[in-house]
């Protein structure tokens, strides 16, 4: 079994900052792209970033600039550095990995079970 877990999540002022994790842990032989995803409130879930095994990053427009993800491959783990939080960044934000559990086995994607992110004055 893998497991995701999320963690760095709150409320924030405008303009502030904050720093969410995802470790991932149980069978991993390997993970691919990994990625984060928001859900606002009555909106669908959005792509946010991503971040292959090589280190290649993408974001959507809206983030750009302001937010930053990374991985520590060494302990499984993902992070995205935010800044310059604004209200619209409100949401549920959740990891998404997708792992390898032995040798020559096929990549699943697993979901963490996401995270609060509240920027309000």
């Known amino acids: 079994q893998v497991q995701l877990m999320e963690s760095g999540g709150g409320l924030v002022q405008p303009g502030g900052s904050l720093r969410l994790s995802c470790a991932a842990s149980g069978s991993i032989f390997s993970i691919n792209v990994m990625g984060w995803y928001r859900r606002a409130p009555g909106k669908q879930r959005e792509l946010v970033a991503t971040i292959s095994s090589g280190i290649t990053t993408y974001y959507i427009d809206s983030v750009k600039g302001r937010f930053t993800i990374s991985r520590d491959n060494a302990k499984n783990t993902m992070y995205l550095q935010m800044t310059s939080l604004k209200p619209e960044d409100t949401g549920v934000y959740s990891c998404?990995?997708?792992?390898?559990?032995?040798?020559?086995?096929?990549?699943?994607?697993?979901w963490g079970q996401g995270t609060q992110v509240t920027v309000s004055s």
């Open positions: 998404n990995a997708h792992i390898q559990s032995f040798a020559g086995g096929n990549f699943i994607g697993y």
